[in-house]
């Protein structure tokens, strides 16, 4: 019970450091006009402050400096280093549209500075088709690759309100559970600090009208950051979950399951790009929240469903880990739910709304069912979020 408060204060400290800074940056921005505009791409009607990122971010390192009674670890300075770079490079981003160049450039070398500084890559595959150890030649690029995509995978789901804040909350959550079922009390506070902090910026962006931000690049580079590095902390030979991977459970296939529609949305967006003969960092409206807009979903419709989504991925790989199945067939199952939830989904429900069939009635209707936003209780959550 004592490791539990011990977890819990700094998420609830983190939790309170972002309500109390978010009007402050919230003033700022709208001070400083630092907003994002609407544009053809873009689903909002009128200008966003943009600058929610710098308030999540001030509550992670409220929560996690806050336990620094409770460890003397290095490693975690180093960490909010790291997303220090990662706000200011977003943030910068937000103001003035930095190349893609440039962005990669920054986020591989702030990966391979974790990388020298915890000691840690994914080199290990936990026995998946027979491998254990991977060499460094294949491990550190595999790391950067995986690393860059999950940063830019989470940034491209910050599309509709609340999405990237609520997935991230939801990941950071199963993320600390995983941590604090294998007793790894530092990871747990950092993952539980992450989660905390989201909270009031989740509630503002979603119910808010007034007190709405945006979470911007920079916040979505700080949460992309944090999402790489759990994922090295599971998959690496000193990895915190040994003893899942010794009881049959797949460490792949677990935290591919997590991050499931994000990656899978990220690569089908831009493997299409490329097929189209466009740039796979070209912007444009083909991402899965995109088409359940289209779909007649509203922005809470839409939260609600894509996390409902990946949820259900998470539930039926833990399903077929608790039935035996062997750790390549978690994998299969990961993979083929993640490509039918966004690849064959996207296109089905893409064709079925050019042809104003059943299939496009029967999406509408639960669009109409998920569109309670303009109804009394969420207009009296939209007052009292706006009072806060």
């Known amino acids: 019970m004592s ?17 109390w800074v978010h009007p402050k940056v919230l003033k700022i921005s709208i001070m400083k006009n630092l907003v994002d505009n609407p544009d053809a791409r873009k689903l909002q009607r009128n200008p966003v402050p943009v600058m929610g990122g710098i308030a999540v971010f001030f509550g992670i390192v409220i929560g996690i400096c806050s336990s620094q009674m409770m460890f003397n670890s290095p490693n975690v300075f180093m960490l909010v280093a790291a997303m220090l770079i990662m706000l200011y490079t977003g943030t910068i981003d937000d103001i003035i549209d930095l190349s893609p160049t440039i962005r990669f450039i920054i986020e591989i070398l702030v990966v391979l500075w974790m990388m020298y500084i915890n000691k ?11 491998v254990d150890t991977i060499p460094q030649w294949i491990s550190y690029p595999l790391t950067i690759f995986a690393s860059v995509g999950i940063i830019n995978a989470i940034n491209l789901i910050d599309g509709v309100n609340g999405l990237s804040s609520g997935f991230c909350f939801m990941a950071s959550v199963m993320f600390a559970i995983i941590f604090y079922t294998t007793g790894n009390t530092v990871m747990t506070i950092i993952a539980a600090s992450a989660a905390g902090a989201i909270i009031p910026f989740f509630f503002h962006n979603v119910f808010g009208y007034h007190t709405r931000m945006f979470i911007g690049d920079g916040g979505t580079l700080v949460m992309g950051m944090m999402m790489s590095m759990f994922t090295i902390s599971i998959l690496g030979q000193n990895s915190v979950c040994a003893g899942y991977a010794e009881s049959g459970l797949s460490l792949v296939a677990m935290t591919l399951a997590i991050l499931a529609i994000p990656v899978f949305d990220t690569l089908r967006v831009m493997t299409s790009r490329i097929i189209r003969g466009t740039s796979p960092f070209h912007p444009d409206k083909t991402h899965l929240h995109h088409l359940f807009i289209e779909l007649g979903f509203s922005h809470a419709g839409t939260t609600i469903s894509i996390l409902t989504i990946n949820f259900l991925v998470v539930v039926l790989w833990f399903v077929s880990y608790k039935l035996g199945a062997s750790i390549e067939v978690q994998l299969y199952i990961v993979i083929a739910l993640s490509i039918l939830t966004t690849f064959i989904f996207y296109t089905y429900a893409n064709k079925k709304m050019k042809k104003q069939g059943k299939t496009l009635a029967f999406f509408r209707k639960i669009a109409k069912l998920l569109n309670f ?4 209780f969420w207009l009296s959550l939209q007052k009292m979020i706006d009072k806060v």
């Open 3 to 19: 490791d539990f408060i011990n977890i819990l204060i700094p998420a609830f400290l983190a939790l309170l450091g972002t309500l």
């Open 120 to 130: 840690s890559s994914i080199d290990c595959f936990w026995g998946l088709w027979g």
């Open 373 to 376: 936003e303009k109804k009394g």
